[in-house]
T-cell receptor, first 117, second 113 residues
Framework: DAMVIQNPRYQVTQFGKPVTLSCSQTLNHNVMYWYQQKSSQAPKLLFHYYDKDFNNEADTPDNFQSRRPNTSFCFLDIRSPGLGDAAMYLC????????????????FGPGTRLTVL | AQSVTQPDIHITVSEGASLELRCNYS??????LFWYVQSPGQGLQLLLKYFSGDTLVQGIKGFEAEFKRSQSSFNLRKPSVHWSDAAEYFCAVGPYNTDKLIFGTGTRLQVFP
């Protein structure tokens, strides 16, 4: 089945120790998103790629970076995790067309729960 | 600015009872509207979506939603709730000409046997 895969499902890191979360997809979608979701809150968009074009949200801290080496993979790098970065990180994909694709379903992975000690 | 409001943070219903989850949006034009469901520790799954046309939309798992332009609402309904419906439900707006979604804060549904 076509799907969005996130690894690892659970990640524990130490305060200030860089961490990378990965997302892969078999849907061949050209748009990939990273969301941060804290307990009992809505997912908050950090950034997204439209093809190779990176789109950062204005309020995403510089501590969060992303890479998309090819269509299938996207990485979230947290350079110096703080206690406030403990959250569920969700990757999503969609098929994007010219002029925006907000009408298209976003397909979500199961998430990576990040714990910062 | 576009926004989505889900007035009910937490709803509890008995299994077999009917359900309505409220969603109000603020947007200048007819938006793209979505309902997603999230089971504990999982990602989000699309229940249904509305773009245009018939204002009553059928989704998966027996859910439906009705778009009411005059009330800026897109409420989710189910005639008979099952215990497996216990989850977090998010309403979302897709602003025109973007690739993004704006999520509401969610409604947590608890189902009692």
């Amino acid at each position: 089945d076509a799907m969005v895969i996130q690894n690892p499902r659970y990640q524990v890191t130490q305060f200030g120790k860089p961490v990378t979360l990965s997302c892969s997809q078999t849907l061949n979608h050209n748009v990939m998103y990273w969301y941060q979701q804290k307990s009992s809150q809505a997912p908050k968009l950090l950034f997204h790629y439209y093809d190779k074009d990176f789109n950062n949200e204005a309020d995403t801290p510089d501590n969060f970076q992303s890479r998309r080496p090819n269509t299938s993979f996207c990485f979230l790098d947290i350079r110096s995790p703080g206690l406030g970065d403990a959250a569920m990180y969700l990757c999503a994909t969609s098929f994007g067309g010219a002029g925006g694709s907000s009408y298209n379903e976003q397909f979500f992975g199961p998430g990576t729960r990040l714990t910062v000690l | 600015a576009q926004s989505v409001t889900q007035p009910d943070i937490h709803i509890t219903v008995s299994e077999g009872a009917s359900l309505e989850l409220r969603c109000n949006y603020s947007y200048g034009a007819t938006p793209y509207l979505f309902w997603y469901v999230q089971s504990p520790g999982q990602g989000l799954q699309l229940l249904l979506k509305y773009f245009s046309g018939d204002t009553l939309v059928q989704g998966i798992k027996g859910f439906e939603a009705e778009f009411k332009r005059s009330q800026s609402s897109f409420n989710l309904r189910k005639p008979s709730v099952h215990w497996s419906d216990a989850a977090e439900y998010f309403c979302a707006v897709g602003p025109y000409n973007t690739d993004k979604l704006i999520f509401g804060t969610g409604t947590r549904l608890q189902v009692f046997p």
